[in-house]
């Protein structure tokens, strides 16, 4: 039936002046209390019964179920749309009432309760609101959890960790609007590590990310020099940043699309081809036609794995270029130096079939130790990419503090 871990119960609600009243499930007491404690007994029959309208009806409107799953949380609706065809098919559940605590406010119109629970997942104690409405209770709330014995929690935290910190993850995505992928390696225990591993071997347009092997390609084969000044002809560029003479440093940092083009067409296609099969720089689609446009839209495509692989033969300055050219490279990829941390890199945005998706690759150095990381966001609105440039990085970087490769002050 529903999954089996935890989430945190939601605060109960505060009245200025309580009565507090506990009973069994067979408490007759004609108190309110007792009434209640029928009412949720009734309910809970309801379910082991399969009376869907019934159980449904139970609870208000607006009303809400959590259950047992860190993702279960459902309104009545899409709680009601949800267990349906457990009900349709009797293949519903049956709690039965081990113990429960009824509280009532001054008003008689709000209660909120505890209770233990006998089910097939075990002991598990459920909690919720009560209000009264029109002449009828309803159950405003109800909060379902598993119950662990503290002898055991550590292996069960242990069992679950893997999906607790891929639902962590996922809330960070989520709360810039995103969907997505991260893929962390971490060479000294020899491990990645992340969000989302089913996207970490899709291919995707490069976009920007690819000024580092564009500008490592310019460098060893001479075509440009680490002091090269891109010119500008006076020409009408998308952005103002880009209209004006641009050292190769500045043309990395602000993203210069149009000096990038011109520096692969000098280089042209078969340099750039034969340059890129050396570095095992993979995927990328490259003719006279496109040699300006490759990685920008067409077929090129790379995945997250590939571009850390990359990074890292680059950091570790295995790549069969000239060291002098690897170092330049590293230099012009310093994207930020803290007292705490080096971070390095490039972001990319592309868009593909109407979709707007961007890349943060790029290595982090910190405490003597380096990670290597491809961030790949995509809007979930995408009428709304407003802040989809700015969370590239900042997703990246929240995921890192959460990990604990970063100090949570980075990020506030």
Not at 6 to 24: D, G, I, K, Q, W
Not at 189 to 214: C, E, M, Q, V
Not at 366 to 378: H, I, S
Not at 387 to 399: G, L, N, Q, W, Y
């Amino acid at each position: 039936m529903m999954k089996r871990f935890f989430f945190v119960l939601l605060s109960t609600v505060a009245a200025a002046s309580l009565s507090v009243c506990t009973v069994s499930a067979q408490s007759g007491n004609d108190t309110l209390a007792a009434r209640l404690d029928k009412f949720l007994d009734q309910w809970h029959h309801d379910a082991a019964d399969g009376n869907h309208a019934a159980y449904i009806g139970a609870m208000t409107n607006d009303g809400v179920f959590i259950g047992t799953d860190a993702t279960e949380y459902w309104t009545t609706a899409e709680f009601g749309a949800w267990c349906k065809p457990y009900f349709d098919r009797k293949t519903t559940w049956t709690f039965k009432t081990v113990s429960r605590n009824i509280y009532t406010g001054d008003d008689d119109k709000t209660a909120w309760f505890d209770e233990l629970l006998d089910t097939q997942m075990g002991l598990c104690r459920g909690s919720g609101i009560l209000v009264y409405n029109n002449g009828l209770w309803k159950i405003a709330q109800y909060v379902l959890s598993a119950t662990v014995p503290n002898d055991i929690m550590k292996k069960v935290t242990a069992m679950k960790s893997v999906t607790d910190s891929a639902m962590i993850l996922k809330g960070i995505f989520d709360k810039y609007g995103m969907t997505g992928t991260m893929l962390i390696l971490d060479p000294e225990k020899d491990r990645y590590i992340g969000h989302n591993p089913a996207l970490w071997d899709s291919g995707y347009l490069p976009a920007s990310t690819f000024k580092i092997a564009n500008t490592l390609i310019g460098l060893e084969t001479g075509v440009i020099d680490a002091g090269y000044v891109f010119k500008w002809k006076g020409e009408k560029r998308r952005l103002p940043q880009w209209e004006r003479d641009i050292t190769l440093r500045e043309a990395f940092r602000v993203s210069c699309v149009p000096c990038y083009q011109a520096l692969a067409r000098k280089i042209g296609p078969e340099r750039m081809k034969s340059t890129l099969a050396k570095m095992d720089y993979p995927g990328m689609d490259v003719h006279p036609g496109n040699i300006d446009l490759f990685w920008l839209e067409g077929n090129s495509r790379i995945t997250p794995r590939q571009q850390v692989e990359f990074l890292r033969r680059l950091y570790e300055e295995k790549l069969p270029l000239k060291r002098s050219v690897m170092k330049a490279v590293k230099k012009i990829m310093v994207n930020e130096a803290t007292r705490d941390y080096i971070l390095s890199g490039k972001t990319g945005w592309a868009i593909r079939n109407g979709n707007n998706y961007g890349w943060f690759v790029g290595y982090l150095e910190t405490n003597g130790k380096v990670f290597f990381l491809a961030t790949l966001v995509e809007p979930k609105d995408q009428k709304r990419v407003n802040d989809f440039a700015v969370a590239r990085k900042t997703v990246t970087m929240e995921v890192l503090e959460y990990l604990g490769i970063i100090g949570s002050e980075v990020v506030k």
